[in-house]
Nanobody
Framework: QVQLVESGGGLVQPGGSLRLSCAAS????????MGWYRQAPGKQRELVAT???????NYADSVKGRFTISRDNAKNTVYLQMNILRPEDTAVYYC???????????????WGQGTQVTVSS
């Protein structure tokens, strides 16, 4: 089994900051790209940011300059530092990992359970 466990969501005022973490564990043979997606009520899930094993990053235009994605390959963990948060950032944030599961033997995407981020005064 492979698990992605997220933490760090919560309620924050506009202009505030939060840091999300996501740790991948279980029968992982090799871990590739990791990332964060979000889904607001009534909207489709959208990409927030991704990071390769080498540290190359990609961001949605709406979060560039405010969010920073990073990872610790030794811990199979990805982080999302979110600054200058806005009400429109309110959503459930999902961790994504592209990896090879030892038991399955194929490269595929896995998802965390999601963590709620609410930006409101």
């Amino acid at each position: 089994q492979v698990q992605l466990v997220e933490s760090g969501g919560g309620l924050v005022q506009p202009g505030g900051s939060l840091r999300l973490s996501c740790a991948a564990s279980g029968s992982i043979y090799r871990l590739y790209d990791m990332g964060w997606y979000r889904q607001a009520p009534g909207k489709q899930r959208e990409l927030v940011a991704t990071i390769t094993t080498a540290g190359s990053t990609n961001y949605a235009d709406s979060v560039k300059g405010r969010f920073t994605i990073s990872r610790d390959n030794a811990k199979n963990t990805v982080y999302l530092q979110m600054n200058i948060l806005r009400p429109e950032d309110t959503a459930v944030y999902y961790c994504n990992a592209n990896l090879i599961n030892l038991r399955v033997g194929v490269r595929q995407d896995y998802w965390g359970q999601g963590t709620q981020v609410t930006v409101s005064s």
